[in-house]
């Protein structure tokens, strides 16, 4: 694996560290390093789930600046991370990649590093995850309901992704537009399981507990982000402030 030179992050904090010549091997491995910060998040998560600062305290024990969902710094601190894996009861739900992952400076920087793909993602996998192994039960849950429900988490994660990718690009407007539609689609998860209909289904009564503060918290998140981005956008340019 080689690294060409690379003038580090450019006004841009999300720009691309410069040319890489890495090939598939390198790649998998990056993407495994990735995979272990998705599930070192779920777990700092579900642990701290009861508390009602959860996401900034898991974006502290992840190392982010919890102030801003902007994310200037892309790498996990290990001071961060020496003080949180101990607080950890098992490492089962992480398996050793608790101790692992570590991002090297000349590792490039792609969109699975942005914090805010991160939580987004992790909180999604939570959530598709537990619902597909309860709606396959179709004595638990009303077909009707487990496919349009299923739907609207898919269609609320990409609209997600997309907003994020806007972001890195520093589009953002097009990421404001974005994250309205994933509210949208994020909306529509409320509404299918909140429907009248379904108040007798024990398994529906029980799964909008355990659903709906997570789906709260992809809308804080987002919306925090998409308030930056109205501050940046609002923000005089030079040539306004010439």
């Known amino acids: ?34 995979d272990e910060v998705l599930s070192r998040y779920l777990a700092f998560y579900e642990k701290f789930k009861d508390r009602a600062d959860r996401i900034d305290h898991v974006a502290h024990l992840m190392g982010w600046d919890e102030e801003s969902w902007s994310a200037e710094e892309d790498e996990l601190s290990p001071a961060n991370r020496e003080r949180a894996l101990p607080e950890l009861e098992s490492k089962t ?26 939580a987004t993602k992790a909180i999604y996998l939570s959530l598709k995850q537990a619902w597909m192994k309860a709606s396959a039960d179709a004595g638990r849950v009303p077909q009707g309901l487990a496919l349009s429900f299923q739907s609207s988490l898919f269609r609320g994660e990409e609209q997600a992704t997309l907003a994020i990718q806007a972001l890195d690009f520093g589009d953002y407007a097009l990421s404001i537009s974005l994250f309205k539609r994933a509210l949208r689609d994020l909306n529509q998860s409320f509404s299918l399981l909140s429907e009248k209909k379904f108040d007798e289904n024990k398994f529906v009564v029980s799964a909008r507990d355990d659903y709906f503060p997570k789906l709260f918290d992809l809308r ?3 919306l925090r982000v998409m308030n930056e981005c109205r501050e940046e956008l609002e923000r005089p340019t030079d040539e306004d402030e010439d």
């Open 1 to 34: 694996m080689s690294n060409s030179e690379s003038d580090g992050p450019s006004e841009n904090e999300w720009d691309d560290r410069g040319e890489l010549a890495w090939n598939e091997f390198d790649w998998e491995n990056y993407l495994r390093e990735q």
């Open 93 to 118: 739900e992480l398996g050793d990649s608790a101790e692992t992952g570590e991002f090297d400076d000349s590792d490039p920087y792609t969109l699975h590093k942005n914090p805010i793909f991160v």
């Open 220 to 222: 804080e998140i987002w």
